[in-house]
């Protein structure tokens, strides 16, 4: 499967912004998908995931109540709403898939990986 993220930006702190991994390739409904971001100089880490149906999410203590993670598997599309921005969640995002049922916070888990869009909250 391909990925494609997009909607990444500058934004102020307080803000939103809103991204969206587009796969292609093979069936969309078949994959768990993952959100992760790294920060300059930073390792990368989970942010958010979702089950095959999208019934089933996670997320990462730092985003939880601010971000939510979703999916249109019609439109073989992962999304992440991000509201209440702050500086430290600047990174660059990538989407992650993997063929599974359950959502996964380990990266080690995810087989494809998109290239990533910068995401800058400013102070």
């Known amino acids: 499967v391909q990925l494609q993220a997009s909607g990444g930006g500058l934004v102020q702190a307080g803000g939103s912004l809103r991204l969206s991994c587009a796969a292609s390739?093979?069936?969309?409904?078949?994959?768990?998908m993952g959100w992760f971001r790294q920060a300059l100089g930073k390792e990368r880490e989970f942010v958010a995931a979702?089950?095959?149906?999208?019934?089933?999410?996670l997320y990462a203590d730092s985003v939880k109540g601010r971000f939510t993670i979703s999916r249109d598997n019609a439109k073989s599309t992962v999304y992440l709403q991000m509201n209440s921005l702050k500086p430290e969640d600047t990174a660059v995002y990538y989407c992650a898939a993997d063929e599974g049922l359950w959502p996964l916070r380990s990266e080690n888990e995810y087989d494809f990986w998109g290239q990533g869009t910068q995401v800058t909250v400013s102070s």
């Open positions: 979702i089950s095959r149906t999208g019934i089933n999410t």
């Open positions: 390739g093979r069936t969309f409904s078949t994959y768990r």
